[in-house]
């Protein structure tokens, strides 16, 4: 089936300084991803929609210079934080389409990011 | 973003017994109705998935009710286990469009006992 890898799994960043996860589909190409945010306990929130060789599409309250994607490939997404501060400290998934039959929406493993 | 609603917010079911989680949608555009399965610390995974041109779909001990007049769907988990503890979530998308963007329901935390 359809896999998506994401990297790294457990990142701890000073304040100040950016990150950068990759999340990759192995077996598909992908021409859309999403990037989502989730805090303890609660669901994924949408930040944003990754197109292949376009810009991306970023949902409201969604600081799009904080959180820098690039979509430069069909199987590869990148999120970028920038000058992290403690208050981005959270767990980060992408998600990427496999253009099959059934609408699948297949989910990488996830980034715990922890800023201190 | 609040277009999918998830009821209840924790479930504590007992061994063999049945667990029944529901949700409610308000954007009639949305055509692929997923259930995902989150472990702490991982990514959702797919449970199971419904169309609205059926009202129900089976998969193992698994099943998706689906109400298209009342925009509403529920997730039925027979002969529950311990190992079915876990957060549970309901989503949906305008899946026929290639950038439909999947809205997540504000999960249900299942803890059956042994």
């Known amino acids: 089936g359809a896999v998506v890898s994401q990297h790294p799994s457990r990142v701890i960043c000073k304040s100040g300084t950016s990150v950068k996860i990759e999340c990759r589909s192995l077996d598909f190409q992908a021409t859309t991803m999403f990037w989502y945010r989730q805090f303890p306990k609660k669901s994924l929130m949408l930040m944003a929609t990754s197109n292949e060789g376009s810009k991306a599409t970023y949902e409201q309250g969604v600081e799009k210079d904080k959180f820098l994607i690039n979509h430069a490939s069909l199987t590869l997404s990148t999120l970028t934080v920038t000058s992290a501060h403690p208050e981005d400290s959270s767990f980060y998934i992408c998600?990427?389409?496999?253009?099959?039959?059934?609408?699948?929406?297949?989910f990488g493993s996830g980034t715990r990011l922890t800023v201190v | 973003q609040q277009q999918v609603k998830q009821s209840p917010q924790s479930l504590i079911v007992q061994k063999g017994g049945i667990s029944i989680i529901n949700c409610a949608y308000e954007?009639?555009?949305?055509?692929?109705f997923p259930w995902y399965q989150q472990f702490p610390g991982k990514g959702p995974a797919l449970l199971i998935a419904?169309?609205?041109?059926?009202s129900e779909k089976k998969e193992g001990r698994f099943t998706i009710s689906f109400n298209k007049s009342a925009k509403q769907f529920s997730l039925h988990i027979m002969d529950s286990q311990p190992g079915d503890s876990a957060t549970y979530f309901c989503a949906a998308s305008k899946g026929s469009s290639n950038t439909g963007k999947l809205i997540f329901g504000q999960g249900t935390t299942l803890q059956v006992k042994p």
């Open positions: 954007n009639t555009a949305f055509d692929y």
């Open positions: 998600s990427a389409r496999d253009g099959g039959p059934n609408y699948g929406y297949t």
């Open positions: 419904i169309r609205p041109d059926v």
